[in-house]
């Protein structure tokens, strides 16, 4: 048998022994087996037919921000913008940020009015700042609410002649295409859940439709990622534990979803190939490791979108601000039990074994119970971890659920990726179902 013929055979037993679920049956056997065989072009088929790892450059390591000085003046930084929010401005983080660029003699200029979780006003404000200031580099300090905010700046301060809406997410907005060069933005990190230091997505609240959308484009993607744990130090506990929700409900999002080779539409064009692509041999390998993380350590120290975006009145434990706020992580948390219980018929393999991650033993559950099983180890988690008792224990009823319904439908860049199709009565039931969770 020849070389290539082996490689041939050997995948496809592996395939063979892969998942047969509807989602994720012949995920990379197929594309593999057409692709050896030249059958697999551009424009040819309905769904992709292949993945791309689009990320920051990341740089780790206790106290590493010391070293931001030295990158900005190695970059041939003249004019800087650094951006935080108002109490991040007189915390550790932004102190050292601001001693190492002073011992560096790099000149800046701080923008310290980002809205925790941002609005398209904030943007627009912060919009503003950037295009006034005329900056060769952008510093980001902070969560993803700063750092977001920080590639909206960037972005719109390169496209003078831009309106807001044209490189925001279709169906909201015009999702065009982004045209010019952005300038350098390094981003460092001070909670641990959001990853915008490696993505090319900005999240904001839309306030006229009260739901959250975005822009996402791989030109965002900060230049550098300074990931330092001591500035996770300085968190409030309700604050570090949201941020372990967002790690623990996106790491279980990326694990079931619809593999790569099963989203449509196949791209024309590589640069229209998204953001969000759909679970594939590297995802997994992280989403897995990520549960594991959160099984460890949580308690020692798309339906999310609307929830976060009709917040009435409800102020989150633990957040220094002056207006409601439903912090992304408890959004996506709040109703992760119902979500994964109505995917895991699709999928009920991985379902389990997430569960199983979790600290659950499924050495004796049927494949039909796998969503039970996994919604209630969730619920487990959040009770053992005094989260909210549903929407209900934030401000929401019955009468609101139309809304978050409404909310939750421009989402596609993110909901399409779920491995079953829903219509708006599923919706509806599952944010009936996670009114209250215990």
């Not at 900005?202 to 975005?214: C, M, P, R, V, Y």
């Not at 917040?311 to 996506?332: D, F, M, Q």
């Amino acid at each position: 048998m020849a070389g290539g013929e082996r490689v041939a055979h050997l995948m496809r037993q592996l395939a063979s022994a892969a998942c047969r679920c509807p989602a994720h049956s012949q995920a990379y056997s197929h594309t593999y087996n057409r692709v050896s065989t030249g059958e697999v072009h551009m424009c040819e088929r309905k769904t992709d037919y292949a993945f791309e790892m689009a990320c920051s450059n990341i740089r780790y390591g206790a106290g590493v921000t010391k070293e931001i000085g030295m990158d900005l003046q190695n970059m041939g930084a003249r004019n800087v913008c650094l951006m935080t929010d108002r109490t991040l401005s007189q915390l550790p983080p932004v102190g050292v940020v601001l001693d190492s660029l002073t011992k560096h003699g790099v000149e800046y200029k701080i923008y310290e009015d980002v809205r925790v979780e941002p609005t398209d006003k904030s943007f627009k404000a912060a919009i503003d700042f950037a295009k006034q200031g005329h900056f060769d580099v952008y510093v980001a300090v902070g969560g993803g609410s700063v750092i977001d905010t920080c590639k909206a700046a960037n972005l719109y301060a390169s496209h003078p002649e831009a309106e807001f809406l044209d490189f925001v997410n279709a169906p909201i907005g015009k999702g065009k295409p982004i045209t010019a060069s952005l300038k350098p933005l390094i981003a460092v990190p001070t909670t641990a859940g959001t990853g915008s230091e490696t993505t090319g997505v900005a999240i904001f609240d839309f306030e006229n439709l009260k739901a959250k959308t975005g822009i996402a484009n791989r030109a965002l993607k900060p230049t550098l990622g300074m990931v330092d744990p001591l500035h996770t130090l300085h968190m409030p506990s309700r604050v570090a534990a949201n941020s372990g929700f967002d790690v623990l409900c996106h790491a279980l999002e990326s694990f079931t979803a619809l593999p790569y080779n099963l989203r449509s539409p196949c791209p024309s064009n590589p640069i229209n190939r998204p953001a969000y692509q759909g679970s594939n041999p590297i995802s997994d390998v992280w989403a897995r490791h990520a549960l594991k993380i959160v099984a460890k350590y949580l308690k020692r120290h798309g339906m999310s979108y609307p929830i976060a975006g009709n917040v009435k009145t409800h102020r989150a434990r633990g957040y220094n601000v002056e207006h409601p706020i439903v912090p992304h992580g408890l959004s996506v948390v709040l109703t992760s039990p119902a979500v994964f219980a109505f995917t895991a018929n699709m999928c009920p393999e991985r379902h389990l074994e997430a569960a199983q991650i979790l600290g659950t033993d499924v050495s004796n559950i049927k494949k039909d119970d796998a969503g039970r099983v996994l919604a209630d180890t969730l619920r487990s988690i959040l009770y053992d971890l005094e989260v909210e008792d549903g929407l209900f224990a934030i401000g929401y009823t019955k009468e609101d659920i139309p809304s978050l319904v409404k909310g939750t439908i421009p989402q596609e860049r993110v909901t399409k990726l779920s491995p079953r199709a829903h219509t708006e009565e599923d919706l509806t039931a599952l944010f009936a179902a996670s009114m209250k969770l215990y």
